[in-house]
């Protein structure tokens, strides 16, 4: 903040200080004045006494339009995710082209998977479990309950909910979580693939 007024301050004095050189040197002209010709008068320019004002270069239509562009661009190669908790199924959007379509497992009633609009904050390949109750830490491989990938999307500071792999198959499709995202294996690193952090996450009923 005081780095904002300092700035500021700086400014407002530089214009200060401009404006009575900008007096004088007017003044000291216009004594000159005084022992000169009306010729060499006419000589004399008003605007030397005056900064020039340049019109600014406006953006070429190009221009803007290369900028739409890159804009549109971005949106049609960035992911977005789209879970639909009702479906049981997560969907993957590149602009307006679903890319890929994987089943879920969702939050079990009492630990339902929060809906709303998020982004992906955290990846890890190959995680590491501790299970919450008995403070048992799990390995990764193929007894670990978070498979091969962890993607984070929400958390309250201290409790995350994500999407993560599984050491059972079987229950993907069903509402068996404390509220992530369970998927294949095999669909949990596809899905690795295709993100990144800050990728978008809806969550619907």
């Known amino acids: 903040m005081n780095g904002k007024l300092s700035t500021q301050h700086l400014i407002v004095c530089g214009l200060g200080v401009a404006i009575p050189l900008l007096y004088a040197e007017v003044a000291t002209a216009a004594a000159d004045l005084t ?3 009306v010729t060499n008068w006419k000589k004399i320019q008003y605007e030397s006494f005056l900064p020039r004002l340049e019109t600014p270069e406006l953006s070429p239509l190009e221009e803007v339009n290369h900028y739409l562009r890159q804009e549109e661009d971005f949106f049609n190669n960035t992911p977005r995710l789209v879970i639909k908790l009702s479906e049981r199924r997560l969907y993957v959007y590149r602009g307006d082209k679903l890319e890929a ?3 879920v497992a969702i939050g079990q009633p009492g630990w339902e998977t929060p ?5 992906v904050t955290q990846m890890v390949q190959n995680p590491v479990w501790k299970h919450p109750l008995t403070g048992e830490v799990v390995a990764p491989g193929p007894e670990n309950p978070l498979g091969p990938r962890w993607m984070a999307f929400w958390s309250d500071g201290t409790n995350y909910i ?3 792999g599984t050491n059972d198959e079987e229950l993907v499709g069903q509402a068996v979580s404390h509220g992530c995202i369970r998927m294949r294996n095999d669909d949990v690193k596809a899905l690795y693939n295709r993100v990144a952090l800050g990728t978008s996450v809806t969550v619907q009923e």
Do not use: A
Not at 115 to 119: D, E, L, R, S, V
């Open 162 to 164: 994500g999407f993560h």
């Open 35 to 37: 022992n000169t010709s």
């Open 101 to 103: 379509s994987y089943p």
């Open 115 to 119: 809906t709303g609009n998020f982004q």
